[in-house]
């Protein structure tokens, strides 16, 4: 059950905490994005909730902690490329009004993502030492 929990909890992260903060004027209804980046994000939006009602599906009802994780690195890991590389491509966390969501000091995203990449981690350790 735990590694259930853990595996939750980062799928949390981003199929509903990263659309409750993008959907607004500072992501999808930012007049300064192009309407090209917008459909990006809202691309995006859409295939991490689909991917975390998938692995949830798996998780809570075929009992998959192993697959599900794999998504979650997937999904997270994605965004931890894209942040690691983000000065080559004149990327930014920094949102248009000149704020950056912090946590601990650290950007919240990479916090959160790097937590559930850790978690899934665990997860999938306790789901091995069960099968055992």
Known sequence: MLAKLLVTVGIAFYAVVVPIFEINASHVFNPQWTGHARLHEVWQLATNCALGAFSLWLVWLRNEIRLSSLLTLFVT????????????????????????????????????????????????????????
Not at 89 to 114: C, H, P, R, T, W
């Open 77 to 132: 890991g994605g965004f931890l490329l894209a942040y690691a590389l983000r000065h080559s491509y004149d990327g930014s966390m920094v949102l248009s009004d000149g704020s950056e969501k912090m946590i601990f000091g650290i950007n919240l995203g990479l916090f959160a993502y790097s937590l559930a990449i850790v978690l899934a981690a665990v997860a999938v350790l306790l789901d091995r030492r069960r099968a055992l």
